[in-house]
């Protein structure tokens, strides 16, 4: 039997314990939707972290360690991510780590530290619809999706978005409002693989949609380690005579 | 007559005050041997900027609005760099300004901060031969460079390189002692452009080279800002109607 | 004075000359119109070349060897055009020349032929609108260009557009009727770069239109030759001693 | 069980017929050997074709939707290959097949055809020393590669290498000579993947080196189809109301 992806689902976990709105949409925390979207399809073991759950926010070196794939959901805290944590998971996927930014997630410490941009964009909350379409229908990402799928409500985050060049732009977005976004790109550092995906605002059930759910579940399985193991930074010997000297 | 390039040449400048042997090669600091190799091109206008030039290391929000280009050498006082200077630079970056990271430097904070990996590589201090290949000849920053060009004697630095993919390697170097580097590569970040280029170990006086001036003066022309403005995140108002709500 | 960049504007001239719809907008063919925005930005020398011109479509090896950049605009008869000639036009992009592809060229065989896929993509011919979102605002070929602009009547080009990964998506289109397209896409082929830009429908008034003039303009200012050479796989002798033999 | 993937290998056939020195290394034909390195995998199934097979060089319509990754080898002959077999082979990548070109077929029309570009390089038969540097260690094609290998006597194919910018350069090559080459890059064209790989001259016994057949089988695991079908230009209806006209 092959091994599970262990999946580590991180939430900030403000918002469903603040505001009734949110807490109708996701009583136990937005994370513990993604994981039993995770864990329906049967190849995941799943865990969850928040900013709150202790000095470290849920993740520790050891929980590093044992996390092949990491999802992030933050939003109105993203100052509070301790700097030395932010280190420790930037070393994680440098070693092979994947890592999973979505939605509001775009303006984490760990995706701007992974980016070096500010990651801006627009953006505007009217529960528009939003239509997303396949640009790359080969990439595993997009595997068992259709040429294109809708949200009923979305926020809209619209181009300009501040990132790198990714190296794929798997989703293009068109908004009822006027815009579009990539709203799910790749990019590697590292060893480690990182998508972005852009649907998942806290007051509209976008983590039980079985689409959001297979593109989840299939970039935690394109983002798992490839292989891990530490970068350094080595004084070496010539392989060849060196005769210049 | 066309306004001149402002080129900002930024040194570490401690190996040059307090070891002989580099002293020896350059006397004022390698920062005014480039800036020499840019004002001989005539198109630029030069100033400099070091560590201990002041409590900013020369780099306040005044000198980085009028760079246009700002260069960067370190080594072995990356550590010594204020953090919130690598904030404003890598701001001024991302609205703009371009970055010319040479050798060393490669481990210095502004350029792993752009760039999100740990820019680890493989090193040797052999005095060994450098060979230099144009990878992309049509490249601007290649102009008017042969398809090959040496260097006597360098630090070998080797891959694996741990840098994201570049937007274009256009240097490609081969060492006597056996390995290969991707040695000049771009990238994009923000509105602004980045060089990384690896030769210039500070015992050797490569800076003097008239290929090598000529790769930093067309890198500076490269780099120099196409437009120069803040990044935001607005909240925008919607384009069409929106019916769904 | 700097020397004008030598456009020659290739166009199908079979609509117009066919079709009273077509004739109304472009009475002289639209490659007359696509010049005339080029010649009012001041710094472009304009020829016209079209399929039935002469027996090599107005692209003789001298036409070809003058022209700095080449427009082309094809729709119906993209069969007519001689595979010979396709060879010439490739030989010269490999070789320096730029290549700007307009709306239904994407089937053209030489784009086809530079791309190396199918170049398919979804379309619809329902007089729309269409709004065009800057992707990337720093890239020279949206110099001057607002961060969105709109056309009130388009043909509809939709993903998934069968293309390589660009090297920069300059922009994206958002549609009325609910497509978005990856609408102003850049690459290089040996020194050459192309420029893909889908608005030009012959039955719309499209080339009048400010905007779509300004950015073909940058386009063919960022598509003139870096270098011009021809590329040869040339046996070579050995810089290093060989002893392994 | 994992279905096998069914590899066809394509060689060119000639050489070891004509020259004692070939025939000496490879008796059979070179292709036999990939293809015997390929089946102590244990995940593959192997078919053969050639040049002089039949009509069609074995590549009939039913033995190309049969094969999930084609490996080419071709040298003297590549204008012996009929454009129609080359437009079916270039059909069946952009609907999913993968491709390796090994060595000097980048000369091949297939490969050219997928590029775009010359395909040109330097080269040298001298018998000299290569060593192959892995760069992107976490790429699949690396997988259980060491950070560097050799080959005791090899072609030189050195850069500049007139391809596009490839995807990922997962090998950069050292030669003895003093050149070095992108010896290992991947290219992605509709729905399959490329992967072309520098070593393999005919008069050494380069596809009997482990790490060469390693290098072999990793690259058709990675170039097997994520999916395979048509690529269509359809017209289609409005997805949202239009009220433009």
């Keep these: 039997m092959d091994k599970k992806i262990r999946v580590t689902v991180w939430n900030e976990f403000r918002h469903e314990i603040k505001h009734e709105k949110v807490k109708a949409v996701y009583p136990n925390g937005l994370h513990t939707v993604i994981g039993e979207g995770l864990l329906a399809a049967g190849d995941f073991e799943v865990q969850y972290a928040w900013l709150d759950k202790d000095a470290e926010h849920g993740l520790s070196e050891e929980v590093l360690s044992n996390t092949d794939v990491l999802i ?11 700097d030395e944590i932010v280190d420790r998971v930037q070393k994680h996927i440098q070693q092979g780590m994947g890592l999973i930014v979505l939605h509001s997630g775009h303006f984490s410490k760990i995706f701007k530290r992974m980016m070096g941009t500010t990651c801006s964009l627009k953006w505007r909350e009217a529960a528009e619809k939003e239509r997303i379409w396949t640009v790359e229908s080969a990439h595993p990402i997009a ?88 970068i350094t930074c080595p004084s070496v010997q010539a392989l060849e005579e060196i005769k210049s000297k």
């Design 72 to 82: 992030w959901w933050g939003h109105c805290a993203h100052g509070e991510v301790k």
């Design 143 to 230: 595997q068992g999706l259709p040429e294109h799928f809708e949200l009923p409500h979305t926020e809209m985050y619209g181009e300009r978005f501040d990132i790198p060049t990714p190296k794929d732009v798997v989703f293009i977005t068109w908004y009822e409002g006027g815009e579009v976004f990539r709203s799910g790109v790749t990019f590697e550092r590292g060893y480690g693989r990182i998508f972005y995906f852009a649907p998942g605002h806290e007051t509209f059930p976008i983590y039980y949609d079985e689409n959001i759910r297979k593109v989840i579940a299939n970039a935690a399985r394109w983002a798992a380690p490839r292989i891990r193991k530490e």
